[in-house]
């Protein structure tokens, strides 16, 4: 347990369907993050989210719609995805983004297929 | 953020020191080394950053050259568990806190 906790774990859905994904995290952080992991690939980060406003945005189809409504918890909608979107994702949390000596902290994840 | 240069696999017998090598020649004053490791299909673990010195925690021990253009990682006495993905990567202090992840090297501990 890191203190930060993805929920589902695992997720299966079709391409018409609408989910999202649950990140929260019990450390008293202040910035939140987004990463996607696919096969065989880095991660790749997502959408970086300081003090509950949104400062990063890594080129993301909109396909993928993230929420962040305070500095403990954050969202990842999904809609309309494509098979290639089936991934790894990955929330991490820290206590000063803005510090040299930033330290991620990630859950475990959560699986996602697309079919 | 500098690029770091790292090997895709190594190998270490269980029991022996790991020691992995980063090559980032083009890093800038004012960043840092950091390092995670990600064991399979599981989050990145940190495990320990410097900016200058070596530095030393319960996990590793980091070496960082004189002229910071390269780092060691070294876990003293690797089991099999030290098994995963090692990342190094170094970043400035910036607005957003973003961390780059590269290839990464394979360490695949032997018993």
């Known amino acids: 347990e890191t203190g930060v906790t993805q929920t589902p774990r695992h997720l299966v859905m079709g391409m018409t369907n609408k989910k999202s994904l649950k990140c929260e995290q019990h450390?008293?952080?202040?910035?939140m993050y987004w990463y996607k992991q696919s096969a065989k690939k880095p991660l790749e980060l997502m959408f970086v989210?300081?003090?509950?406003?949104?400062?990063e945005n890594n080129s993301v189809p909109s396909r993928f719609s993230p929420e962040c409504p305070n500095s403990s918890h954050l969202f990842l909608h999904l809609h309309t995805l494509q098979p290639e979107d089936s991934a790894l994702y990955l929330c991490?949390?820290?206590?000063?983004?803005?510090?040299?000596?930033?330290?991620?902290?990630f859950g475990a994840g959560s699986r996602l297929t697309v079919l | 953020d500098a690029k770091t240069t790292q090997p895709p696999s190594m190998d270490c017998a269980e029991g022996r020191a790991a020691n992995l090598p980063c090559n980032h020649s083009?890093?800038?004053?004012?960043?840092?080394v950091y390092w995670y490791r990600q064991i399979h299909s599981q989050g990145p673990q940190y495990i320990i950053h410097?900016?200058?010195n070596n530095e030393t925690n319960e996990m590793a021990s980091l070496i960082i050259t004189e002229d910071r253009k390269s780092s060691t990682l070294i876990l003293p006495h690797a089991t099999l568990r030290d098994t995963a993905v090692y990342y190094c990567?170094?970043?400035?202090?910036?607005?957003?806190?973003?961390?780059?992840f590269g290839q990464g090297t394979t360490l695949q501990v032997k018993p």
């Open positions: 991490a949390s820290s206590q000063e983004p803005h510090s040299g000596a930033n330290v991620l902290t």
């Open positions: 450390l008293g952080h202040n910035a």
């Open positions: 989210y300081n003090f509950k406003e949104q400062t």
């Open positions: 083009t890093i800038s004053g004012n960043e840092y």
């Open positions: 410097g900016l200058k």
């Open positions: 990567i170094v970043r400035v202090a910036s607005d957003t806190g973003k961390l780059i």
